[in-house]
């Protein structure tokens, strides 16, 4: 950019130039351009408008760099706190279980089990409660297969009812009759209340006509059913698209009713309810003893028993804020517990261990590339053009080919029965039952991974050598300097920039490297990044993978900015 | 449920409103599996034939079951699926049914009866382990070792527990680089009774056990993550026993006649099959499910049997497998479900894995590490 304005700087400088020479000798005011505007003005203008056709020029760079880069990044950086499954799966469960002591001993009690339920149904009906469930098993083992095996369990428990108000009254069979009971006016609110919370919990907008409005009076003699009534009408009317009014209800409708009649203060006012099927409503209410007596609490605990355990409740209520730092603390052994931040048992303490290691053989790599790469460079800059151009060729040629390739390559000649080892028996250096273990370990990892990266140092190193003229060596050891002097005084300061730039490369490629490490590392030899691709590709545990990523990634920024304060950016060349 | 059976009857007549007029039928199908001797199989004996049938339809084959889960899962996000039936393994399957990135099927409605009219849900029996789920074949994760690295006066090894036994067969042995099966087998090893391993697995002291148990052979695993690791390894001479694929084995021996031998003790079975995406507009469904209800018919799966050693998963397709297509012989005794190899199985439990898969996949990587 700065090119571009300098030349267009440039160019309109001369003709101005004159103009002001002329405007000086005159002796008073600004100087003016030739259109008689302030020559700072037209000067400034100028510049502003070559600055804006630069940006429009690499507009479509930075849009694409921003789109396909930065804001990938951002997002998958705020899954490494974001947690809003609970939390938009089960609202009324996370808002009941406030009140609820985690210290104590007790799980909670009936009010939230009856909030689990309606939350659960739901869910289940959209198929989100196992995703619950896998998100808090990352957590605490066994929440998966709970939520997943009560979830088959719910209709079960909707049918209990449903069961006995049929054979109460046959009308509790018909659709009609639960349109016809609910449906009136007053309710928007309510029906506005339970569309936003279904679009939470689906992820996806629930616009659109219902064709059922809950009657403001049934919602308060009937709170359960009309609410639980109205989720299933918003369900039937947007997901599935079908008539409100001609499909039977959710067994969540019949458990509501039946946790309605539970309350005295709704039986006294069926009593007092003369509307539309209120004979029905007030059979139902005289018959409540027939109905299943046992709370919801017992049937959750009867479907599987983790649900009266203290700790899976502790887990639920942790992890229910929409923000959590559970996965940072993961990814440094440490966890959240009722009792404050602890660390990880020791059994399950690998993630420090595995960030000390990353950082230490990336560092032992980008050494080593130094040390294989400088001489290599210096010979392909110092050599006559038709020789080093061959040279170049076998430096290039394995940086073309697959790293698969290479990386397999490597295993055929470093495993104990390969042709290192093969060698090495033959000429007697190594005996038979004792051959060296040069790969599934950390050397086998250093040793292919710094040939992978080799042409990453060498091909900068080369470039600023390039530029050096060999005549500074000639002067030098013509002033008496002796060979290893001229080398290490007037050589070496100036490729130092070259160094720089290599091993940036290097050891920022070598951080995030999985696929070399996974092959020949064995348990000794693997990266973060391979837990990060396990976690991404095969736990789906992404929060946690996210986080791991977020934290190498400040790693990086801090090794480059220590790197800055000590070498000096400026220091490094990447070309001439 | 009445919704679920409203979802199914509607999918189900789609598929049958697609089986009646061929036009409402997509012509393009991608189809993922995990490439190699397996997918070969699959292509021969499923979509060839099929698109032979339909010379319209055209297949792509996409390699990438083993990253299925996450990739399906970032589709879903990005919302465009691009798949239109996936193969993986059976926990895959029930992961991606919890994340409702995989459509339930009605078994009887979508799939083809045995030929005596048997439902292929009873066709199938407890091999539907998942309502996504369709299984295609059972595969059992075994040991194979070196005949010719057999010492000298020693049995050859025929008990899960040689594998610890590192003073009658030296040389190392390699195990996958994940707790499951390794850590059952260590149990196993350490007394426990068949029957009580997962009840034991599920307790803190148990896994520990099974870690200390593994522990002393630590110094002699080599660990693999690719299925193909242990054939190259036992071809090598790196291993004198290694745990893989069954079907892996097979190809090393029969095939490639290598100085390898099968050792069936307490094999792992496990199962895998295909499953349709969610959200696949209803010509594409259209097209999967007639594909589907094709390739998974009783002769379809003893067909695939022809070019790989895994069972087929129907009941009836066993009395239907026969030899195998170019080297003419017999497949039946190389099935991991032949009685004679079957005598001493274990199977693979789902549920506990789905639960624990997490917290003992970070007690083991953390037990690596040290």
């Known amino acids: ?576 | 449920m009445k919704l679920t059976t409203t979802l199914m009857t509607s999918t189900a007549l789609t598929v049958a409103a697609g089986v009646a007029s061929a036009q409402e039928m997509a012509n393009d199908m991608t189809l993922v599996s995990w490439g190699g001797a397996y997918q070969a199989s699959q292509q021969n004996a499923y979509s060839e034939p099929y698109m032979e049938m339909h010379p319209e339809v055209s297949i792509v084959w996409d390699e990438s079951s083993n990253e299925a889960v996450a990739k399906l899962r970032a589709m879903n996000e990005a919302g465009n699926i691009t798949w239109d039936l996936v193969d993986v393994v059976a926990s895959d399957a029930m992961r991606l049914c919890d994340e409702g990135l995989a459509m339930e099927i009605d078994h009887d409605e979508a799939l083809e009866p045995a030929p005596d009219g048997t439902d292929a849900s009873d066709d199938f029996g407890d091999l539907i382990v998942s309502d996504c789920f369709i299984p295609q074949i059972v595969y059992s994760t075994t040991f194979g070792y070196r005949t010719d690295m057999v010492p000298e006066g020693a049995e050859a090894p025929n008990d899960i527990c040689d594998v610890w036994d590192t003073e009658t067969y030296p040389g190392k042995r390699s195990l996958e680089k994940r707790p499951i099966n390794n850590m059952e087998w260590a149990l196993l090893c350490d007394g426990v009774a068949k029957d009580e391993v997962y009840d034991v697995l599920a307790t803190d002291e148990g896994q520990q056990r099974a870690l200390d148990k593994l522990d002393e052979i630590k110094d002699d695993v080599i660990w693999w993550s690719a299925g193909a690791d242990t054939p190259q390894l036992l071809a090598d001479g790196e291993v004198f026993m290694g745990s893989t694929y069954n079907g892996r084995l097979f190809s090393a021996i029969e095939e490639q006649d290598q100085p390898i031998a099968m050792m069936w003790d307490a094999q792992v079975f496990d199962l895998d099959g295909w499953i349709v995406p969610t959200g696949l507009p209803e010509d594409r469904l259209a097209r999967v499910m007639d594909f589907l209800r094709f390739a998974t018919d009783t002769q379809r799966l003893a067909d695939q049997a022809k070019y790989i050693s895994y069972g087929p998963a129907r009941e009836s397709s066993a009395p239907l497998v026969g030899e195998h297509a170019e080297l003419g012989i017999e497949m039946a005794p190389h099935m991991p479900t032949d009685p004679d190899n079957a005598a001493n199985t274990f199977l693979y439990n789902y549920e506990f894995w789905a639960d624990y898969r997490d917290d003992i996949d970070a007690k083991f990587q953390a037990w690596l590490a040290q």
């Open chain 1, 1 to 576: 950019m700065s090119n571009v304005t300098d030349a267009a700087a440039g160019t309109s400088t001369p003709a101005s130039g004159e103009d002001s020479a002329e405007a000086a000798k005159a002796g008073s005011g600004p100087v003016l351009a030739a259109d008689g505007r302030p020559l700072k003005q037209t000067l400034r203008r100028t510049l502003r408008r070559e600055k804006m056709r630069a940006l429009a020029l690499i507009a479509p760079l930075l849009l694409f760099v921003v789109i396909t880069f930065i804001v990938p990044i951002l997002s998958m950086l705020f899954r490494s706190v974001e947690n809003q499954i609970v939390q938009n799966t089960m609202p009324g469960t996370v808002q009941a279980i406030q009140s609820w002591d985690e210290q104590g001993t007790e799980p909670p009690g009936e009010e939230v089990f009856v909030r689990l339920y309606f939350d659960l149904f739901k869910a289940s009906e959209a198929k989100r409660h196992t995703q619950v469930g896998n998100r808090l098993n990352y957590e605490q083992p066994g929440l998966s297969s709970m939520f997943r095996g009560t979830g088959r369990d719910l209709d079960d428990m909707g049918e209990e009812f449903q069961d006995v108000f049929e054979e109460i009254d046959p009308a509790f069979e018909e659709a009609a009759f639960w349109y016809e009971l609910l449906s009136g006016e007053g309710g928007e609110a309510l029906l506005e209340e339970r569309r936003e919370l279904l679009a939470a919990m689906n992820k996806e907008e629930m616009d659109g006509d219902v064709g059922f409005v809950p009657s403001a009076q049934m919602a308060d003699i009937l709170p359960w059913t009309t609410m639980a009534y109205t989720d299933f009408a918003i369900w039937t009317a947007i997901e599935d698209q079908d008539v409100v009014s001609g499909e039977e209800p959710w067994e969540a409708v019949y458990a509501g009713l039946g946790q309605d009649l539970r309350n005295p203060g709704t039986v006294a006012a069926i009593e007092d309810y003369s509307g539309p099927w209120s004979t029905t409503l007030r059979a139902a209410a005289e018959n409540r003893d027939q109905l299943p007596q046992q709370g919801f609490r017992e049937m959750f605990v009867a479907s599987d028993e983790d649900w009266d355990s203290v700790d899976a409740w502790r887990t639920i209520a942790l992890y229910s804020p929409p923000i959590t730092a559970g996965y940072f603390l993961n990814s440094v052994d440490m966890t959240k517990t009722v009792d404050g931040i602890e660390s990880r048992p020791e059994t399950q303490q690998i993630y420090l261990t595995l960030f000390q290691r990353t950082l230490i053989m990336s560092l032992i790599i980008t050494g080593s590339c130094i040390l294989l790469g400088y001489p290599v460079a210096w010979l392909l800059a110092n050599l006559p053009l038709r020789t080093a151009n061959v040279l170049m060729i076998l430096v290039l040629l394995p940086f073309w080919t697959s790293l698969l390739v290479r990386t397999s390559a490597w295993k055929v000649l470093l495993q104990q029965q390969g042709v290192i080892n093969e060698i090495l028996v033959w000429l007697g250096f190594v005996d038979d039952a004792n051959r060296l273990v040069l790969m599934n370990n950390a050397t086998g990892t250093i040793i292919a991974m710094t040939h992978i990266l080799l042409p990453f140092m060498i091909l900068p190193l080369y470039s600023v050598m390039k530029t050096i003229p060999p005549s500074y060596l000639r002067a030098a050891k013509s002033l008496g300097a002796t060979n290893w002097t001229a080398f290490w005084r007037v050589y070496f300061p100036q490729s130092v920039p070259g160094i720089g730039a290599g091993s940036i490369l290097v050891f920022i490629l070598a951080i995030g490297y999985y696929i070399t490490p996974e092959i020949v590392g064995g348990t000794s030899g693997v990266f973060i990044s391979n837990r990060i691709a396990y976690h991404i590709s095969s736990s789906l545990n992404w929060g946690l993978a996210a986080a791991l990523g977020s934290i190498l990634l400040i790693v990086v920024l801090a090794l480059y900015w220590l790197y800055d304060r000590i070498v000096g950016i400026d220091n490094v060349k990447l070309g001439g």
